[in-house]
């Protein structure tokens, strides 16, 4: 079975902040992988993928990916109210499918 | 990014009754969207994959007869809840992939289905 795991949360980040949210996932031969933004009530929204060992910058978002820890992991900095939304992280195993597996997602509160 | 639309954003029907649901690329080709459920609170759920020109694949536990999915062209797939119940009630969300890069997809909006 393969598996995507994220903290629940809630993280809690005054504004200013960083805001590091991370993510596990189960199989080593994982191809790419993507961060959504979930808000309350709202479909998801890509905010970025990476799919190459580093980091990946893209304004105040940072994607980090570790395949050797099958870990990657979303820096927000300067976090604003604004970001207060769930982040899912989603994983594409490879193959012909095209799927993506989604953790639970991580609850994130910017507190002015 | 790419766009992606859904239709309608709310439905309200009642038991025993189909409601279609359609899931529109607007700026480029998807050959393969998807139909995911989203009850209040949980995480996103996969149902099925709908592939342009072919049948669609349906996760283990989705009725393919009860969740039916068309995906006529490059641009347009449906699911179409039949004989909904008030179980069914939930947030539908389509997404397609875009198929020149690696594999992200675009959501739409989502559409909220109540049956009384």
């Known amino acids: 079975q393969k598996e995507v795991e994220q903290n629940s949360g809630p993280l809690s980040v005054p504004e200013g902040a960083i805001a590091s949210l991370n993510c596990t996932y189960s199989d080593r031969g994982s191809q790419s992988f993507f961060w959504y933004r979930q808000y309350s009530g709202k479909s998801p929204e890509l905010i970025m993928f990476?799919?190459?060992?580093g980091d990946k910058e893209d304004g105040r978002f940072t994607a980090q990916l570790n395949k050797a820890s099958q870990y990657v992991s979303l820096l927000i900095r300067d976090s604003q109210p604004s970001d207060s939304a769930t982040y899912l992280c989603a994983v594409n195993w490879g193959g012909s499918n095209y799927k993506l597996t989604f953790g639970k997602g991580t609850l994130l509160t910017v507190n002015p | 990014g790419a766009v992606v639309s859904q239709h309608p954003s709310w439905v309200i029907c009642k038991s025993g009754t189909s409601v279609k649901i359609e899931c529109r690329s607007l700026?480029?080709?998807?050959?393969?969207m998807f139909w995911y459920r989203q009850f209040p609170k949980q995480s996103l759920m996969l149902m099925a994959t709908?592939?342009?020109?072919?049948?669609?694949?349906?996760e283990q536990g989705v009725e393919k007869d009860k969740f039916l999915i068309n995906h006529a062209s490059l641009t347009l797939s449906t699911l179409t809840v039949t004989s909904a119940h008030p179980e069914d009630s939930s947030f539908y969300i389509c997404s397609a992939r875009v198929a020149s890069g690696y594999n992200e997809q675009f959501f739409g909006p989502g559409t909220r289905l109540t049956v009384l």
């Open positions: 709908s592939n342009e020109g072919s049948k669609a694949t349906y």
């Open positions: 700026d480029f080709q998807a050959t393969t």
């Open positions: 990476i799919y190459s060992n």
